[in-house]
């Protein structure tokens, strides 16, 4: 992601109006590796400035959204993310807490024609992994060497599954 003065600058150049509440909502996303949600926005946000909306905390999203500064996640079941890092990479997501992590594998940009078995042009392609993050698995006991991590009497995600 730019920082803010670029991102601020690429929204002038649009023509958009820069409030302070966009500024605040922008800060919030530059450098943040944690793939917020409108919640976690809306809660920072607002602790700096309490007239801000969830109006202009979706507004200002859907802007960066638009000037390609941020990418929606939406984890099946779960509220959408959103990640300041654009450049194709995986995730790992949480059945249990429902975090959002990036992984360390990453894809080059390239278009293809891939054998989908339909007529269907690859613009880029992303993996969601799902799993236990590790305090969840400590909490749960399901960490790999101490129990089987498919412990058939043990299955916390199940409620969410069925």
Request: proline share 5%; hydrophobic share 35%; charged share 30%.
């Amino acid at each position: 992601m730019l920082s803010i003065e670029e991102i601020i600058e690429k929204c002038r150049e649009q023509g958009m109006r820069i409030t302070s509440q966009r500024i605040e909502v922008i800060r919030q996303f530059v450098g943040n590796r944690n793939h917020p949600t409108v919640e976690d926005i809306f809660k920072a946000v607002k602790a700096e400035n309490p007239d801000v909306s969830r109006a202009t905390i979706y507004n200002t999203i859907n802007m960066l959204i638009d000037l390609g500064e941020l990418r929606v996640l939406t984890p099946p079941m779960e509220s959408r993310h959103y990640d300041p890092d654009t450049a194709p990479h995986d995730h790992a997501v949480c059945i249990s807490c429902g975090r959002v992590f990036d992984t360390a594998i990453t894809h080059k940009t390239k278009r293809s024609k891939k054998n989908l078995g339909i007529p269907f042009n690859v613009i880029w392609k992303e993996t969601m992994y799902h799993g236990l993050c590790d305090e969840c698995a400590e909490k749960t006991g399901m960490v790999e060497g101490k129990k089987n991590v498919v412990d058939k009497k043990r299955k916390p995600w199940r409620k969410q599954w069925e």
